[in-house]
């Protein structure tokens, strides 16, 4: 991607505060229902994609995770997450990098990801974003995505996205993994806009 594309998160993170965003939520209650589905070990690996400076993290260092990853295309989000975490921050693995150029320093047992995977609109992204995510997921591991759904906006943060449904949404996974389920949820903006979301989860077969 170019570099006026990082350029944009930048801004978006450096401008706005965090409850100036339409994707803000104070606790991330349908990932961690998730993480509570998968039962995931303590130590397991878990990273979240794009996940700019959401709460996810916090939540799970509260469970007591001890292995988390977060990768964010801008510094100033995984900055700002750094810095409402204190002390914590140190717990935690940061990587600033465009997920389509991501090398994976461990095997994931589950990978996150809401409101990233959508940004990427051209075929050769996808297909990058997907075989990174085949090989970088353990061979008994979960993936979570979730975007916004074919009732859901057209755009997030000005920006196009893809729209996804059950049936699309899985077909690009579904030659590595195994769909579990997939929820809808609609998501309520700051301002009180609704955005309907798919979640789904897959694991690795
Ligand atoms: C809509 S926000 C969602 C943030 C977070 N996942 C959440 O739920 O609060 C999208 C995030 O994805 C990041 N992002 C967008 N495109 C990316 C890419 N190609 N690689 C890595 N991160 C990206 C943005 O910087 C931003 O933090």
């Not at 990587?95 to 991501?102: G, Q």
């Not at 997921?137 to 755009?155: M, Q, R």
Request: a negative charge.
């Amino acid at each position: 991607m170019h570099n006026s594309y990082k350029e944009h998160w930048e801004n978006v993170f450096t401008t706005k505060a965090e409850d100036e965003v339409s994707w803000f939520q104070p606790y991330p209650k349908t990932s961690m229902e998730f993480v509570d589905l998968f039962n995931l070990p303590l130590n397991a690996n878990i990273i979240d994609i794009g996940g700019g400076d959401s709460h996810f993290v916090d939540a799970l260092l509260d469970k007591g995770y001890k292995n988390i990853y977060v990768l964010d295309i801008s510094s100033t989000a995984i900055e700002r997450a750094k810095q409402r975490l204190g002390s914590r921050a140190s717990k935690v693995n940061w990587i600033v990098s465009d997920i389509t150029e991501f090398e994976p320093p461990v095997q994931f047992d589950f990978w996150h990801d809401r409101a990233a995977f959508h940004f990427l609109t051209s075929e050769e992204k996808i297909y990058k974003y997907v075989s990174i995510a085949e090989d970088a997921i353990k061979k008994i591991g979960y993936l979570i995505l979730g975007t916004f759904s074919e009732n859901g906006p057209t755009k997030c943060s000005g920006l196009e996205i893809r729209q996804y449904s059950e049936v699309s949404m899985s077909s690009r996974f579904e030659v590595v993994f195994e769909r579990i389920k997939c929820i809808r949820e609609d998501h309520t903006t700051p301002w009180k806009a609704v955005q309907n979301f798919l979640f789904c989860s897959f694991k690795k077969n």
